[in-house]
């Protein structure tokens, strides 16, 4: 079995004004530092073979303090990015209910085949952009325990592929900003181990 431990990065401005972030590239407000921090100490002693990231910024300083910890270079991929809005990108859904009709609708209804004007991905091609991701990962590793720091888009693509949930059906699980997944990958077969822990963060 190939053991992965997923990361979501640490909070962001847009974090708590609820704005899409998509591939707009933010930094980690000062909770999402110190949410970093915290997370880094979470793997004092343990050990993994690689350490990847998406290469956007909050991703990436979520991932910095793990590397010091485990010793490990952080393996950058596009792959792992957050979902692209398209024109919907920076805006609250407030504001794109007001100014998109039909993004919101495709929003509200959980269209999976619905990608925003403006380079957005649908539900569905980021789904296949991250799994397709995580399934060369495991080829690269398995049997070996790895850990990723992506975004709660992707964690929700992952989360919907362990339990057989469809894109349409609404998330009713945590994804919280610094929190710590663990899923099992034996084959076809992902099972989570644990999910949304963000005890490390007091």
Excluded at 168 to 177: G, Q
Aim: net charge negative; charged share 25%; glycine share 8%.
């Amino acid at each position: 079995m190939t053991r992965i431990c997923f990361v979501r990065h640490g909070e962001t401005d847009w974090n708590i004004e609820l704005r899409l972030q998509g591939q707009m590239d933010l930094a980690l407000n000062a909770k999402g530092e110190a949410q970093a921090t915290a997370v880094g100490r979470h793997f004092v002693g343990s050990t993994a073979t690689a350490l990847y990231s998406s290469d956007l910024l909050r991703a990436r300083q979520t991932a910095q303090p793990i590397s010091e910890v485990l010793h490990l270079p952080i393996i950058l991929l596009q792959a792992l990015r957050e979902r692209h809005f398209g024109r919907c990108e920076g805006m609250t859904l407030e504001e794109i209910s007001l100014q998109y009709e039909e993004d919101a609708r495709a929003i509200e209804s959980h269209d999976p085949d619905y990608a925003s004007p403006g380079g957005g991905e649908s539900r569905r091609q980021h789904q296949v952009r991250v799994l397709d991701c995580i399934e060369h990962l495991v080829r690269e590793h398995e049997g070996q325990t790895i850990v990723v720091v992506t975004h709660g888009g992707a964690l929700d693509v992952i989360y919907r592929r362990a339990r057989q949930l469809p894109l349409e059906a609404p998330r009713d699980y945590p994804i919280p900003n610094a929190g710590i997944n663990w899923i099992g990958i034996d084959g076809d077969q992902w099972s989570i181990e644990s999910w949304g822990d963000d005890a490390h963060l007091g």
